[in-house]
C-alpha cells in the first residue's frame, strides 16, 4: 500500500471527503437561491421603472399632443442614464428616441418583451440586451420605453463567479482540512502500530507514547498502557509459579527416584522390598496431591467451578469439616472449639469451601502449637458471612502474612513439617472464586484467618482477574 | 466371601486396561476389556455386566455419551466413572450423565475394587433392611440403637453413620475416600488421617472388651467389618 493509498483509505480521510460533498451542495444550493430572488426583484425593478416612464409620457401626451411628446422624449433620450425611448410613426418612421437597430418586428404589437438594441450615435457594436414595452398611440404612433438589463446580466456573472469560487474555495479547503486530519491521524496510529509490533515481537517494555494533549488516543494509549503493565505483571506471576512448581515436584520426584535405587541397591529381603515400593507408592501419592491441589487452584483461579456454585449453608460446613476434624485434634491434646450458632444461606461450592475450611483447620492443628486451643467459628453479617479458624500457636510475622498465601510458600517455620505448600494459596483462589478473601490476622497470640464470602446471590462479582503474581494482591482488591 | 462379578472395563489405555482385568481377575471376577466407546457400547448391550467401568474420555464414543445411550435404552446397569478430569465440577456432569460413582486418575486398585464391590452389591444387599447384623453386633436403623451381644453400645450420631455404612457394605472393604464421601458427604482429599482416627473410635467402642474384633484394618485400602477372619 503505497502512503498516499493509506492516506486516502483513512477514516479521517473519508469523512472529510464526505463533509466536503455536503459543503459544496450547500453553498450552490445558497448561492442559487440567492440568484434567483435577486432576478426576480431586479425585473420587478425594471418594470416599475418602465411603467412610471410610460405613465409620464402618456400624461404629456395627453396634454400636448403629438408635438409635446416629441419634445419630451427627444429631451430625456438626450439624458443618457440608461432609459431607452422610441417614437415613431405607424410606418416605422423615427420622430424621436435614442435606440436603433431594433428588430423590424419590434414595434409591430404591444406590450413587454425583451430585445437586442444598439444606441444612436455609437458605432455599430454588438447588440446590448433590453426589457421594451411598447405602447401604441392613436393616431398609430408607436411609444417604445425600456431599460437596458446590463446590470442583471452583470449581477448574474458576479453570482456565477461567487458560485465557482466558493465551490473551488470549499474543495480546497475540505482536501487539504481531509489531508491533514488523515495524516495526523495516520501519524499517531502508525506510531501506535509500530509499538505494538514491536511489543508483539518480544520487546515486553515497550510502551505507547502519550502526547500529553489528552485526547482520545492518549487514553487509549494510556488503556493499553496499564493493559500490558497487567500482562507484564501476570507473565511475571506466571513464571515465578512455574519456577516454583518445577522446584518443588522437582524435590519429590527427586526423592522418589533416590528410594527406588536405594531399595534395588540394599533391599534383601521380602520385607524390605515391600516396605521400600509401600514408601514409593507413598510418594507418589504425596505428588498427586500436589498435583490436584495445583489444579483445583488454577480452576479455582480461572472461576471455572463459578458455574458449580448452589445454595450452601456456610455454617452447616463449618461445623461439618470441624467436626471431622474434631477426634484428630483431641488425640493432639488440642481444644476444638466450633462456634456455629445459626445457618448462613450462600450461593457457594460445597466441596471447595469444605476443602478450604479443612485446609484452615490442618493448618491450625499442624502449626497452632500442641496442647492449645482451635476455634472455628462461622457468623453473618450483613451481606458477609465470616468462617474464621483461630489458634494459639506462634502465628504468622506481619511481613510474611501476604507471602504465605501465595503458591508452594512455606514460612521457615514450617519448612521441617509435612506440606506442600499450597494449603492457603487455594483457601484464597476458593475465597477469590466466590468473590470473597482470605485474611491473615493477629489472634494474640496465635493465627486467626478469616474466609469472608458474600452470602447475596447477587453480590457475585464478575469472574475478578486472575491474580497470578500474588493472590495476596488480589486478595486486598477484593476486600 | 464375595461373589464373582462379571466386570466390562472400557478403557482406551490397553496397559492400564490389562493390569486392571488382571488384578480384578486375581480378585476372582470376571473381566472384560473394550478399547474404544462403540465396541464398549456394544458389548455392554450384548451381554449382562454387574458393574461397567466407563473411562470418561474414549475414542469414538465418549464416555459420558455411552453411558447417555445405555440408560436411555433402559439398562440400570451400576456404572462407575473413570477420569483425569478434575474432582470438583467433572464429578457432577458424570453423575448427571447417569454415572453411579466417579473415581479420579490415578487411582489405586483398591480402590476401584472397593468401589466396584459396593456397586454391585448395592442393589442386593437390603438397602431397605432396618436392621444390620455382623456376629452378635447388631444396628437398628429406625430406633438408633447400637448393641453387642445384648449390651447397649452409645454412638454420636456421626459414629453411627459410619457403622451404619460399614455394616451395609459388610464383607466389604470400604476405603477412606469411599467413608468420607458417604458418611461425611465430602469428596476432597484431607491431607491427614481424620479418617483413621474417626474409625479407631468407633473400633473402641464396640470392639473394646469383646473376644472377637469386628472392624478390620485392611492394609493399603481401608476397613471392613466382618465377623471372623478371612
Request: proline share 13%; net charge negative.
Given at each position: 500500500m503505497t502512503a498516499l493509498g493509506k492516506l486516502l483509505r483513512t477514516t479521517a480521510f473519508r469523512l472529510a471527503l464526505a463533509y466536503l460533498v455536503v459543503f459544496a451542495t450547500l453553498s450552490v444550493v445558497v448561492l442559487a437561491y440567492v440568484s434567483w430572488h435577486a432576478n426576480a426583484l431586479i425585473a420587478a425593478q425594471l418594470n416599475a421603472t418602465v411603467n412610471a416612464e410610460i405613465t409620464g409620457l402618456a400624461e404629456q401626451y395627453r396634454q400636448g399632443g403629438i408635438r409635446k411628446l416629441v419634445a419630451t422624449v427627444e429631451e430625456r433620450s438626450n439624458r443618457g442614464a440608461g432609459t431607452l425611448y422610441l417614437l415613431t410613426t405607424?410606418?416605422?418612421?423615427?420622430?424621436?428616441?435614442?435606440?436603433?437597430?431594433?428588430?423590424?418586428?419590434?414595434?409591430?404589437?404591444q406590450g413587454e418583451r425583451e430585445l437586442p438594441y444598439q444606441r444612436a450615435g455609437?458605432?455599430?457594436?454588438a447588440p446590448y440586451p433590453a426589457v421594451v414595452r411598447v405602447f401604441v398611440l392613436p393616431g398609430g404612433y408607436r411609444l417604445l420605453v425600456g431599460r437596458d438589463t446590463e446590470e442583471r446580466e452583470r449581477l448574474s456573472g458576479v453570482i456565477a463567479n461567487a458560485v465557482q469560487w466558493s465551490l473551488a474555495l470549499v474543495v480546497v479547503l475540505g482536501l487539504a482540512g481531509g489531508v491533514f486530519v488523515a495524516r495526523r491521524v495516520l501519524n499517531r496510529i502508525d506510531a501506535m502500530t509500530d509499538t505494538v509490533r514491536g511489543i508483539m515481537a518480544g520487546d515486553l517494555s515497550g510502551r505507547l507514547a502519550v502526547t500529553?494533549?489528552?485526547d482520545e488516543f492518549d487514553r487509549l494509549a494510556q488503556a493499553t498502557n496499564a493493559m500490558l503493565d497487567r500482562i507484564n505483571e501476570l507473565m511475571a506471576g506466571l513464571k515465578e509459579v512455574s519456577d516454583n512448581i518445577a522446584h518443588d515436584l522437582k524435590t519429590p520426584l527427586n526423592r522418589l527416584r533416590n528410594r527406588a535405587e536405594a531399595a534395588l541397591r540394599d533391599a534383601r529381603s521380602e520385607d524390605d522390598w515391600a516396605g521400600a515400593m509401600e514408601r514409593v507408592i507413598a510418594d507418589t501419592d504425596a505428588m498427586l496431591g500436589i498435583f490436584n491441589a495445583l489444579l483445583l487452584i488454577a480452576r479455582a483461579e480461572s472461576g471455572?467451578?463459578?458455574?458449580?456454585l448452589a445454595p450452601v449453608d456456610l455454617a452447616d460446613i463449618a461445623g461439618s469439616v470441624a467436626e471431622l476434624y474434631e477426634p484428630l485434634a483431641e488425640e493432639r491434646g488440642v481444644a476444638l472449639v466450633v462456634e456455629t450458632p445459626e445457618p448462613i444461606q450462600a450461593l457457594g461450592n460445597r466441596e471447595l469451601i469444605g476443602q478450604a475450611v479443612a485446609n484452615l483447620i490442618e493448618n491450625a492443628l499442624n502449626?497452632?502449637?500442641?496442647n492449645g486451643e482451635v476455634r472455628v467459628t462461622a457468623h453473618g453479617e450483613g451481606d458477609l458471612a465470616r468462617i474464621v479458624v483461630a489458634d494459639r500457636g506462634p502465628g504468622i510475622p506481619d511481613a510474611d502474612k501476604a507471602r504465605?498465601?501465595?503458591?508452594?510458600v512455606r514460612l521457615d517455620t514450617s519448612r521441617?513439617?509435612?506440606?506442600?505448600?499450597l494449603g492457603l494459596a487455594l483457601v484464597s483462589a476458593v475465597a477469590r472464586l466466590h468473590g470473597g478473601a482470605l485474611t491473615l490476622a493477629d489472634n494474640e497470640p496465635g493465627l486467626r484467618a478469616v474466609l469472608t464470602l458474600p452470602i447475596?446471590?447477587?453480590?457475585?462479582?464478575?469472574?475478578?482477574?486472575?491474580?497470578?503474581?500474588?493472590?495476596s494482591a488480589g486478595a486486598k482488591a477484593a476486600e | 466371601m464375595t461373589t464373582a462379578m462379571k466386570l466390562l472395563i472400557v478403557e482406551d489405555d490397553r496397559e492400564a486396561a490389562a493390569y486392571v482385568v488382571k488384578a480384578l481377575t486375581e480378585a476372582g471376577h470376571v473381566a472384560d476389556h473394550a478399547a474404544d466407546g462403540l465396541d464398549g457400547y456394544a458389548l455392554a448391550s450384548a451381554s449382562n455386566y454387574d458393574v461397567l467401568v466407563v473411562d470418561r474420555m474414549l475414542p469414538k464414543l465418549d464416555g459420558l455419551s455411552l453411558i447417555g445411550r445405555l440408560r436411555a435404552e433402559g439398562a440400570t446397569t451400576p456404572v462407575l466413572i473413570l477420569s483425569a478430569?478434575?474432582?470438583?465440577d467433572d464429578r457432577v456432569d458424570g453423575l448427571r450423565a447417569g454415572g453411579d460413582d466417579y473415581l479420579t486418575k490415578p487411582y489405586a486398585f483398591a480402590e476401584l475394587l472397593a468401589r466396584v464391590e459396593a456397586l454391585a452389591r448395592r442393589g442386593a444387599?437390603?438397602?431397605?433392611?432396618t436392621v444390620y447384623r455382623v456376629g452378635d453386633l447388631e444396628i437398628d436403623r429406625l430406633s438408633h440403637t447400637v448393641t453387642r451381644a445384648g449390651q447397649e453400645i452409645v454412638l454420636q450420631p456421626r459414629e453411627f453413620r459410619l457403622l451404619e455404612y460399614l455394616m451395609r457394605n459388610a464383607g466389604q472393604v470400604v476405603t477412606r475416600t469411599m467413608l468420607l464421601e458417604n458418611v461425611w458427604d465430602y469428596h476432597f482429599d484431607p491431607q491427614t488421617n481424620v479418617i483413621d482416627v474417626h474409625v479407631s473410635r468407633l473400633r473402641s467402642k464396640i470392639d473394646?472388651?469383646?473376644?472377637?474384633?469386628l472392624l478390620h484394618t485392611v492394609r493399603g485400602a481401608g476397613y471392613v467389618i466382618r465377623d471372623g477372619a478371612r
Open positions: 405607424f410606418a416605422g418612421d423615427v420622430l424621436a428616441g435614442n435606440v436603433v437597430g431594433l428588430p423590424d418586428a419590434a414595434l409591430a404589437e455609437e458605432a455599430a457594436v500529553g494533549l489528552d471455572g467451578a463459578r458455574d458449580q502449626y497452632g502449637g500442641s504465605a498465601m501465595d503458591r508452594f521441617s513439617r509435612p506440606g506442600s505448600g447475596q446471590a447477587q453480590a457475585l462479582p464478575p469472574p475478578a482477574p486472575p491474580a497470578l503474581p500474588a493472590p | 478430569l478434575g474432582q470438583v444387599a437390603g438397602a431397605g433392611d473394646k472388651g469383646f473376644d472377637k474384633p
